[in-house]
């Protein structure tokens, strides 16, 4: 059974590693960058995602086999990022659509509407994550009475 907690959690840990990552491709890194996300390879893209989700899900196992075996509330952490999953899903799959949507309606030049929505989305998703960190850890430590 702990093996099993060992890779849900180690799975969790990774997706949510991989949004940072997402976030900082379509965000952070055109300013740094000379080519742009947008026009590279969806494919490439998508299997530099793929193996870099495979290393830090084995990563994140290894740290999980740690602190399984040096803390004594483990299942509350698994618990935490297991109940984390599901709605990190839907905030980083819902937050691009609402940036779009919003910087539709306000800007018409492509170029920055497109640079726009790419700023909006990830503080939306910022803060939507916040929240739903905030509710989860509600769930899994109950506030005291």
């Known amino acids: 059974m702990i093996i099993l907690k060992i890779i849900a ?7 949510y590693l991989m949004c ?28 530099k995602k793929f193996a870099y989700f495979l290393f830090l899900w084995i990563f994140s196992c290894g740290i999980c086999a740690i602190l399984a075996a040096k803390l004594k509330d ?5 618990d935490f990022f297991v109940n984390l999953f ?16 919003i910087v539709a309606l306000i800007v018409s030049d492509l170029h920055l ?11 939306i998703f910022i803060v939507l994550f916040m929240i739903v960190v905030a509710e989860v850890l509600k769930q899994i430590y109950p506030p005291k009475s």
């Open 9 to 15: 959690c180690a799975f969790s840990m990774s997706f």
């Open 20 to 47: 940072v990552s997402s976030l900082a491709d379509f965000v952070i890194e055109p300013f740094f960058y000379t080519s742009s996300v947008w026009d590279d390879d969806p494919l490439d893209w998508l299997q």
């Open 74 to 78: 483990f299942g509350k952490l698994t």
């Open 86 to 101: 599901l709605p990190t899903a839907a905030v980083w799959m819902l937050s691009p659509f609402l940036g779009m949507m």
């Open 113 to 123: 509407a497109r640079f726009y929505s790419s700023l909006l989305s990830a503080l």
